[in-house]
C-alpha cells in the first residue's frame, strides 16, 4: 500500500536523509511531517507514517541529525541532542528547512501540512508554530516544553500536546507555563495530560532506553493517537 | 428513534424527577447517567442523551435538585447549588442515590454505567468516582475541582475531565492539585485542558447565564464531545 522513499538532503553542510511515505499513485494529497525522538529516523516513526498512509494523509519523517549518527549510541545522540537544543535560534532554521523540504514534494499538497513530534522532536514541532510557521497544527507527543527564548510570535497553528503527567522533564509547573505561553500567543492550543504516564509513552521500546520515567504506556498511546487522528480530520476536514 | 420517560423518586424527604432517554424497545444497554449543570434538567442534557441514544446507549438526565425549583431564578438555583456544595457528604449520599436509581432501570446494563456531569454537575461525578464508586468513568465537562474533604478512596473508575484554561471557576493551581489527588487515588486519569476557553463552554447558551468568564465555544464543544465518544468507546467496548 504504501512506499518510502529516501530524500537525501543538506542543511548549512550537514548530509541529511530524510524519509517520505506515501501512497503509491504519488498523487498530491495532506501531509504529515514527523520528528523523531533523539534517537532519529526509525522504524517506529516510519511506522507511524505507514498508519497515516492507510487514512490517506502521506507523511515525512524527517531527519535532524544527518546520515553520520544512523545506529548512534543513545550517549552519543543525547550529546546531539543537547547540541541541537543550545541553539534554539538555528534550530529553528533547521526545522524551516524541513518545513520547505516537505512543501518541494510533488505529493505533498503544500497548505495543507501537520507538524508532529516525539520527545525532542515534540519540542521542535513547538517551536515551529512558535515562530508563526504558516503550519495547520503543531502536535507534540511527550515533548519538552522549555520556551525557545526568542521573539514571541503570533501562533497561527494549532496547537496540541499529549502529556505524560509523571514525565520527569516536564513536571507540573512547566505545563501551566506552557498554557499561559500559548494563550498569550493567541493560540488555538490543547494539552492532553495522561495521569500515571511517564515520558516516551508512545514507543513500545521506551524501556530499553533505560532511563527513570521513561517508559511506554499502550493506553495512552493508543488515546494519543486516536486524538490525534481527530485533530487531522478536523484541520484537513 | 428515542423516547424520554420521567422517573419521580424520592431523595430523604425531597420530590425528584430525572429524565431516562432510551430507544423505544426497552433494551438493556450501556447507559451514561449526566447530571445537568446548575440550572438543573433541562433540553440541553436532554439533547446530549438524544445523541448518545442514536450510537447505541441509553442516557438518564438526572435530577439533582427537585421538581420544585424547575424553572427556578439563576439566583435560586445558585443559592441551591452551594447549599448543596457545603456538605459534600450528603452530596455524595445524592449522587450515590442516583447511581441506585439507574442501576434499577430496566434498560440500564448495570455494570456499563458511566456518570458525566456539567459544570456543578462535573464535580459531582468527579465525587462518586472518588467515592470509589463501582461505575466504569466519570466524566467532567467544565467541572468544578474543589476536592471533597472526605476521607480518600481508591479510585477504581476512568476519569477524564473536559476543562477551559480560562475558566474562572478552575484556575490552573486546582487544575494541578486535581492531576495530584487522582494519581494519589490510584486513578486512571485523564485532563483536557483547551486554551481560550471559557467556563460552560458546551452550552450554546451560556452567555445568558450573564456571568463574566461563561461562555460557550462550539470547537471547544466539537473536541470534548468527540473525546468523550471515543471513551465510551474505550469502557463500554
Given at each position: ?138 502536535v507534540s507527543f511527550h515533548g519538552l516544553f522549555d520556551p525557545p527564548g526568542l521573539p514571541a510570535q503570533k501562533i497561527t497553528a494549532k ?74 480530520e478536523e484541520v484537513f476536514g
Amino acid at each position: 500500500m504504501s512506499k518510502d522513499r529516501a530524500i537525501p538532503h543538506d542543511f548549512e553542510g550537514e548530509e541529511l536523509e530524510s524519509v517520505f511515505v506515501g501512497r503509491r499513485d504519488g498523487a498530491a494529497r495532506p501531509t504529515v511531517v514527523l520528528i523523531p525522538t533523539v534517537m532519529g529516523v526509525s522504524e517506529l516513526e516510519k511506522g507511524f507514517g505507514r498508519q497515516l498512509v492507510e487514512l490517506g494523509y502521506n507523511a515525512l519523517v524527517a531527519d535532524l541529525f544527518g546520515t553520520k549518527f544512523r545506529g548512534a549510541s543513545r550517549d552519543t545522540m543525547f550529546g546531539e541532542l543537547n547540541r541541537l537544543k543550545s541553539d534554539r535560534a538555528a534550530l529553528l532554521r533547521r526545522m524551516r528547512h524541513v518545513l520547505e523540504l516537505a512543501r518541494g514534494q510533488s505529493e505533498v499538497q503544500s497548505d495543507q501540512i501537520v507538524v508532529a513530534g516525539y520527545c525532542f522532536g515534540g519540542m521542535c514541532a513547538l517551536d515551529l508554530a512558535r515562530s508563526g510557521a504558516d503550519i495547520r497544527a503543531a502536535v507534540s507527543f511527550h515533548g519538552l516544553f522549555d520556551p525557545p527564548g526568542l521573539p514571541a510570535q503570533k501562533i497561527t497553528a494549532k496547537v496540541v500536546a499529549y502529556h505524560g503527567w509523571d514525565d520527569p522533564m516536564v513536571p507540573p509547573d512547566k505545563v501551566v507555563a506552557l498554557g499561559h505561553e500559548l494563550t498569550a500567543a493567541g493560540s488555538d492550543w490543547q494539552i492532553h495530560a495522561y495521569g500515571n504516564v511517564a515520558h516516551g509513552f508512545t514507543n513500545p521500546n521506551a524501556h530499553e532506553i533505560g532511563i527513570d520515567g521513561v517508559a511506554y504506556n499502550a493506553l495512552a498511546a493508543e488515546r494519543s493517537w486516536t486524538s490525534f487522528i481527530n485533530l487531522l480530520e478536523e484541520v484537513f476536514g
